[in-house]
């Protein structure tokens, strides 16, 4: 099967169990890469036969900036259940991370794999 993938998609949003992260937006990496098929799009170099990875980014990036969560769990099981809805897209993997979360560590975050139940 085929992927499309966005790396290390920079943004902000609520995301954090400490009150200082509840009140201002924190720097959020996100990467992602869902499986379908583009044998169809690419056969007639057609976008519109397939998940076009600009809308892709640009949906992440409103979910994101638009959502409140304690956790990067929470957060990103609802990103996943948000890119799902597509239902070209058989799976999705998603990394979120969080620059500068804990001292002396580049980032902090949470990987998933979740699969399309349709």
């Known amino acids: 099967m085929d992927r499309i993938f966005i790396k290390n998609l920079g943004?902000?949003?609520?995301?954090?169990?400490?009150?200082?992260?509840?009140?201002?937006?924190?720097?959020?990496?996100?990467s992602?890469?869902?499986?379908?098929?583009?044998?169809q799009s690419a056969q007639?170099?057609?976008?519109?036969?397939?998940?076009?990875?600009?809308?892709?980014a640009k949906d992440i990036l409103r979910f994101t900036e638009a959502s409140h969560f304690l956790t990067i769990e929470a957060f990103i099981e609802a990103l996943a259940r948000q890119i799902l809805a597509d239902k070209r897209i058989q799976e999705?993997?998603?990394?979120?991370?969080?620059?500068n979360a804990v001292p002396a560590a580049e980032s902090v975050g949470v990987e998933i794999i979740r699969k399309n139940s349709a």
């Open 11 to 30: 943004t902000k949003g609520i995301l954090g169990i400490h009150s200082h992260e509840q009140q201002k937006p924190q720097e959020i990496l996100i």
């Open 32 to 39: 992602a890469a869902v499986t379908l098929d583009i044998v």
């Open 44 to 56: 007639d170099d057609d976008i519109s036969q397939t998940v076009n990875y600009s809308t892709l």
């Open 92 to 99: 999705a993997w998603l990394r979120v991370e969080k620059p």
